[in-house]
T-cell receptor
Framework: KAGVTQTPRYLIKTRGQQVTLSCSPI?????VSWYQQTPGQGLQFLFE???????NKGNFPGRFSGRQFSNSRSEMNVSTLELGDSALYLC????????????FGQGTRLTVV | AQSVAQPEDQVNVAEGNPLTVKCTYS??????LFWYVQYPNRGLQFLLK??????LVKGSYGFEAEFNKSQTSFHLKKPSALVSDSALYFC?????????????FGTGTRLLVSP
């Protein structure tokens, strides 16, 4: 069974640009969550989608958004990039109904210059 | 507000010795508790979870953790450490009723196992 796949693995963007990251969950998983990992703030929850609906949201500005498609694949978008957005962005999928833990992808390393 | 504390930034242990990585939590209700491990430039790998039942939970790679409700702790343990266990370990709590989908992580503890 394939794991959680995140693309791209590495990304370099310029301040002010926008970026879209992609996550393909484990087959059969309907919940996809996104996390930001930085040395200063650690691992922080961004948002969670289930059946194409945002079900939980963390404390991030509106520049951070996401969506989920009918096949459970998810994208997150960051607009008007700032230097502080440089981070490892992790996606996790789970069964969504309880009873299964979250499985993480390898992440997308975003560098904003 | 829910929170997780990992009081040690780094734990050093010699190969073959037992190891403990500490975690305490603060959450209302009955939490779900997790341990994850992260190797350099990699995502998080699930080690074990506590949902309900037996306070001693066994997980992957010989790790186990003990849930202590009175002390609100969930310490990670292994009887005999390996050099390959050297990595960054995260304790996480999933505050009810969000289930497994919204994790609150501790700051992480770097485990260094020396040969």
């Amino acid at each position: 069974k394939a794991g959680v796949t995140q693309t791209p693995r590495y990304l370099i963007k310029t301040r002010g640009q926008q970026v879209t990251l992609s996550c393909s969950p484990i087959s059969g998983h309907r919940s996809v969550s996104w996390y930001q990992q930085t040395p200063g703030q650690g691992l922080q929850f961004l948002f969670e989608y289930f059946s194409e609906t945002q079900r939980n949201k963390g404390n991030f500005p509106g520049r951070f958004s996401g969506r989920q498609f009918s096949n459970s694949r998810s994208e997150m978008n960051v607009s008007t990039l700032e230097l502080g957005d440089s981070a490892l962005y992790l996606c996790a999928s789970s069964g969504g109904q309880g009873g299964t833990e979250a499985f993480f992808g390898q992440g997308t390393r975003l560098t904003v210059v | 507000a829910q929170s997780v504390a990992q009081p040690e930034d780094q734990v050093n242990v010699a190969e073959g010795n037992p190891l403990t990585v500490k975690c305490t939590y603060s959450v209302s209700g009955n939490p779900y508790l997790f341990w994850y491990v992260q190797y350099p430039n990699r995502g998080l790998q699930f080690l074990l979870k506590y949902i309900t039942g037996d306070n001693l939970v066994k997980g992957s790679y010989g790790f186990e953790a003990e849930f202590n409700k009175s002390q609100t702790s969930f310490h990670l343990k292994k009887p005999s450490a390996l050099v390959s266990d050297s990595a960054l370990y995260f304790c996480a709590v999933s505050p009810p009723p969000t289930g497994f989908q919204k994790l609150v992580f501790g700051t992480g503890t770097r485990l260094l196992v020396s040969p």
